[in-house]
């Protein structure tokens, strides 16, 4: 993204659940990730925290449509736990794949960014 290593990130993981508090623990876990990401000198897309709780705003379909756009316009994604069982985040990685995008398989692979923000 520029000179001193800075990647835009978008994080990719399950957002739907069976119920309410799983849905906040999906949430939570992807606002934990972003602020690692932060932490680490990067930037961090977080889909889950734009579109929290907009459930029927507009149909699924659209907001899978917004992901797989923005995932055109980062360096990177970080994949959550459980990614591998949801529809969209399957979507988005090969997105991202396709794209030749970079793709962490968690935020441990991440690396620090140099410089001051």
Known sequence: MDKK?????????PYRAKTINQLYE???SARNVAIE???RGHYAI??????AFMDG????ERFRALYLLMIEHVDAICLLPGWQNSR?????????????????WGIEQIPQAGGSV
């Open 88 to 104: 969209g985040s399957v979507a988005e990685k090969l997105k991202a794949e396709e794209l030749g995008k970079r793709i962490f």
């Open 57 to 60: 705003v507009m149909p699924d």
């Open 46 to 51: 977080t889909p889950h925290l734009n579109t």
């Open 37 to 39: 990401i932060f932490r």
């Open 5 to 13: 290593n800075r990647m835009l990130i978008q994080v990719v993981g």
């Open 26 to 28: 999906n949430i939570a």
